[in-house]
């Protein structure tokens, strides 16, 4: 089991985004958003956008990840 | 003074830089070290004059490699996050120390971490451990 763990800096709260069940994380990476609090994930064959004030996940199917409308 | 110049000034035999990073203010540049190591080491230079300003060591963590994962700088430069097991924020002015609370006991970080762009969050990724706690 792997997850992404998101810690407030000022507060020092912390919160389990999310979760994915499996062997080795190995190909996790994450990015943030330059303009946002929303985080990016590499998730071995899919990436996930997560609004993190939210705690809201949005699994991106691979035809939705070149959709202009959700990356911009 | 370029990078290099700064890097050759601080020599740790039997140890080697992993990685190395600039703050985004450009006041500092920090390394973690790899090597036959006893302890953690992260070297972070004043860019300006290339004097070496702080090293950070600790103990290594149960889950964690033998070096220091992963570095980042705030987005104000003045912390850097360190992954290695697990996630701690190092200011970089005072040299205090923040280990930042993991969900379970039996969380290991590993790889990477990233600060948001306004700094008010860090992210990074975690798995169970296979072996019991604490290590044998």
Request: aromatic share 10%; hydrophobic share 45%; charged share 20%.
């Amino acid at each position: 089991m792997a997850s992404v763990l998101i810690w407030n800096t000022e507060t020092g709260g912390v919160f389990i985004l999310y979760t994915r069940m499996g062997e080795g994380f190995a190909n996790f990476n994450l990015v943030w958003a330059p303009d946002r609090p929303w985080l990016a994930t590499i998730d071995g064959g899919s990436v996930s956008i997560l609004d993190v004030e939210k705690q809201a996940l949005i699994r991106l199917e691979p035809e939705f990840i070149a959709a202009p409308r959700l990356l911009a | 003074m370029t990078l290099e110049n700064v890097i050759e000034r601080t020599e740790f035999p039997g140890e080697g830089y992993k990685n190395v990073i600039w703050s985004p203010d450009g006041r500092w540049i920090a390394s973690s070290l790899e090597g036959a190591l006893a302890r953690h080491r992260v070297i972070i230079w004043d860019a300006a004059n290339g004097e070496l300003f702080r090293i950070y060591e600790q103990a290594p963590v149960y889950g964690g490699g033998e070096s220091v994962d992963h570095i980042a700088f705030s987005p104000d430069s003045s912390r850097l996050l360190l992954v290695k097991g697990n996630v701690e924020v190092l200011d970089v002015l005072t040299g205090e120390l923040q280990t930042m609370p993991a969900g379970t006991a039996l969380s290991q970080f590993v790889g990477t971490g990233a600060w948001s762009a306004d700094g008010a969050y860090i992210a990074s990724i975690t798995g169970r451990c296979t072996g019991g706690w604490p290590p044998s």
